[in-house]
């Protein structure tokens, strides 16, 4: 399974991307439009050492609930993923058993390797 979760109005994820190319026999899952389902997440979960690592502290919603005031549990950061797309770190790249998560220039170089490597 190749899959990348990604946003398409986030011009990171756009420029990554255009660096992953090609995608040729890659899922590309816009999060906005279709969401990501319960057992997409379980997926990811299971190719991680957490929700919370898959969880974007960088979102507006965060803030504006005053979410980072609060001690988050693992139960909280997977129903806050599930109930808006904004929660979901990205772009997520699953290749098989591996998972990359973020923008960090080392997550796109390994996930690059992974899918053309």
Same mark, same amino acid.
């Given at each position: 399974?190749?899959?990348?979760?990604?946003?398409?109005?986030?011009?990171?994820?756009?420029?990554? /991307?255009?660096?992953?190319?090609? +995608?040729?026999?890659?899922? %590309?899952? &816009?999060?906005?439009? *279709?969401?990501?389902?319960? !057992?997409?997440?379980?997926?990811?979960?299971?190719?991680?050492?957490?929700?919370?690592?898959?969880?974007?502290?960088?979102?507006? /919603?965060?803030?504006?609930?005053? +979410?980072?005031?609060?001690? %988050?549990? &693992?139960?909280?950061? *997977?129903?806050?993923?599930? !109930?808006?797309?904004?929660?979901?770190?990205?772009?997520?790249?699953?290749?098989?058993?591996?998972?990359?998560?973020?923008?960090?220039?080392?997550?796109?170089?390994?996930?690059?390797?992974?899918?053309?490597?």
């Amino acid at each position: 399974m190749k899959t990348i979760f990604y946003l398409a109005t986030c011009k990171t994820c756009q420029k990554i /991307l255009e660096e992953l190319q090609p +995608l040729d026999g890659v899922e %590309l899952r &816009e999060i906005k439009e *279709k969401g990501v389902t319960q !057992e997409e997440l379980e997926v990811m979960r299971g190719l991680t050492d957490s929700y919370e690592s898959l969880f974007s502290r960088r979102a507006m /919603l965060f803030r504006q609930r005053g +979410l980072k005031d609060q001690s %988050l549990t &693992e139960e909280d950061y *997977k129903n806050l993923i599930l !109930e808006h797309y904004t929660f979901l770190k990205r772009p997520v790249v699953v290749v098989d058993d591996s998972i990359f998560i973020g923008n960090a220039k080392k997550q796109v170089e390994a996930a690059k390797e992974a899918l053309h490597g």
